[in-house]
């Protein structure tokens, strides 16, 4: 089965989901004072996707700098079109910006942001004039950042923060997150009162609305078994906001065609998000949103845009091209097994992530270009 088939079928499903999908977006409300931004969502280079993949970034399980390096300083040059490695970073950042990076630490040990990675964001930002105390790595809980080691791997200087300590099923408590920026969406965890403002709203962290003005978004190439992927979307949706479990909080109650989209759209997480550097040198084709190891592959790629959507979607095909390799089918026909429980999964959010304007669905207008290092 071709992948490219199999992606473009989600137009033909998502016919079929229009009457539980609409009712959830017409019922929708994003609140935020944030200014907008050119450098936003889907940012300067709309549909373009750099893929940069070095056989030697990581060698018997150890990651590689100099080879991640080479890959990074292309990936930027090719994306922005700049000389040099400064330049490419001047693009999006200037002395004074104090910016934020979202890492993934959710399927540690094996599939999460590298060290090498963050590492060249750190020298890139500090190339373009931001000071190191400028720079904050973060992730929602405090806990899983601290459980992934991602506190040992910061440059000197680099601070990192956190929304809240650790994760809660139950995630209605605001602190650590603005009451000025918010979704209000017509969907709660089954036990809560559907009338309570609380309840239907995901707000946002305040790491993004008061600390940081700009964001980075480092996610992963990873399956994830209600979402179908998560990749630099869904990095974003669920790492940003509270109130994320009423999404997938059963095998069938699953909104997270909707609700992932819904959230990125927020005007002051659309508007800081910048930059988008996936980290696919280690990657998991199933069994996720942790990572069994009988399901991470090396990848040896890194990939770079400024639109998470189409971004996503060659991630997305990434996978399924893995999926089939080993026998397996690609994720919108995949069932439940004893690894993943979810009925029916849902990477259509990455389409209608692009019917909200968020990039560039349609393969056609997408600008993919690969570089092979050696």
Request: proline share 6%; charged share 20%.
């Amino acid at each position: 089965m071709n992948p490219k088939n199999a992606i473009s079928r989600r137009a033909l499903l998502l016919a079929g989901l229009s009457s539980s999908v609409a009712p959830l977006l017409s019922s929708m409300r994003s609140f935020s004072k944030s200014a907008s931004s050119r450098l936003g969502i889907p940012g300067p280079y709309p549909g373009r996707v750099i893929a940069v993949r070095h056989p030697g970034s990581i060698v018997s399980g150890a990651f590689q700098a100099q080879p991640i390096r080479a890959m990074m300083h292309k990936g930027m040059a090719a994306l922005t079109g700049a000389g040099d490695w400064a330049e490419a970073w001047r693009v999006f950042f200037e002395p004074g910006d104090v910016v934020g990076i979202k890492v993934n630490p959710v399927g540690a040990p094996h599939v999460m942001s590298c060290a090498e990675v963050i590492h060249q964001i750190v020298d890139g930002l500090r190339a373009a004039g931001v000071r190191s105390n400028d720079i904050v790595v973060y992730d929602r809980y405090r806990s899983e950042f601290f459980g992934a080691g991602f506190d040992k791997m910061l440059p000197e200087g680099v601070r990192h923060s956190a929304a809240v300590d650790h994760f809660e099923q139950v995630q209605l408590d605001i602190n650590g997150y603005d009451p000025e920026h918010y979704l209000d969406m017509a969907l709660v965890t089954p036990g809560q009162d559907p009338a309570s403002p609380q309840a239907r709203r995901s707000y946002v962290a305040k790491f993004l609305t008061r600390e940081v003005n700009k964001l980075i978004n480092l996610p992963v190439v990873k399956d994830h078994q209600s979402a179908g992927v998560t990749l630099a979307l869904k990095n974003l949706s669920h790492g940003l906001v509270n109130n994320v479990f009423r999404s997938h909080s059963t095998p069938t109650l699953n909104a997270c065609g909707a609700f992932i989209p819904a959230i990125v759209n927020i005007p002051v997480i659309r508007q800081k998000t910048v930059l988008h550097v996936m980290d696919g040198i280690k990657a998991l084709y199933h069994g996720g949103p942790g990572s069994d190891v009988r399901f991470v592959w090396e990848h040896k790629t890194l990939y770079f845009a400024t639109d998470p959507v189409a971004l996503d979607r060659i991630g997305w095909k990434a996978i399924d091209e893995k999926r089939l390799q080993t026998g397996m089918s690609v994720i919108a026909e995949a069932k439940p097994d004893s690894y993943t429980h979810f009925l029916r999964r849902q990477p259509e959010h990455i389409e209608i992530a692009g019917a909200l304007g968020l990039g560039e669905w349609d393969e056609n207008r997408i600008d993919l270009k690969r570089f092979e290092l050696s």
